[in-house]
């Protein structure tokens, strides 16, 4: 019987995938404790969503992934959600509602 060998890009891309999909949902988790104004768990989603992300980042780049070409689609999400996170703060999501002057 063959002994299988281990692919070690393709186990580090499946755990970088689940940790991108977990990533996104924090970062949904951030855009409804936005919505519904819950000020504490809008701080901690956004530091979750943003660490998370720039930590993976780092470790891509630390085992040289991060200017593969094969890799580059996960460094794209990562930086993806940061920047989504960052738009999200800076514009003070959810804005304000508009009131009809009367």
């Known amino acids: 019987m063959?002994?299988?060998t281990r692919n070690r890009y393709r186990e580090?891309?499946?755990l970088m995938t689940k940790i991108i999909l977990g990533d996104a949902l924090v970062f949904v988790l951030y855009l409804?404790?936005?919505n519904q104004g819950w000020s504490v768990a809008k701080v901690v989603t956004a530091i979750i969503a943003t660490f998370g992300s720039l930590l993976c980042v780092g470790w891509?780049?630390?085992t040289g992934e991060f200017t593969r070409r094969r890799s580059l689609w996960?460094?794209?999400?990562f930086i993806c959600i940061?920047?989504?996170v960052a738009v999200s703060l800076i514009l003070n999501y959810p804005a304000p509602t508009v009131v009809a002057a009367g």
């Open 2 to 4: 063959a002994k299988r």
């Open 12 to 14: 580090m891309e499946s």
């Open 32 to 34: 409804v404790s936005a």
């Open 60 to 62: 891509l780049y630390l």
């Open 74 to 77: 996960m460094v794209t999400a």
């Open 82 to 84: 940061v920047i989504c």
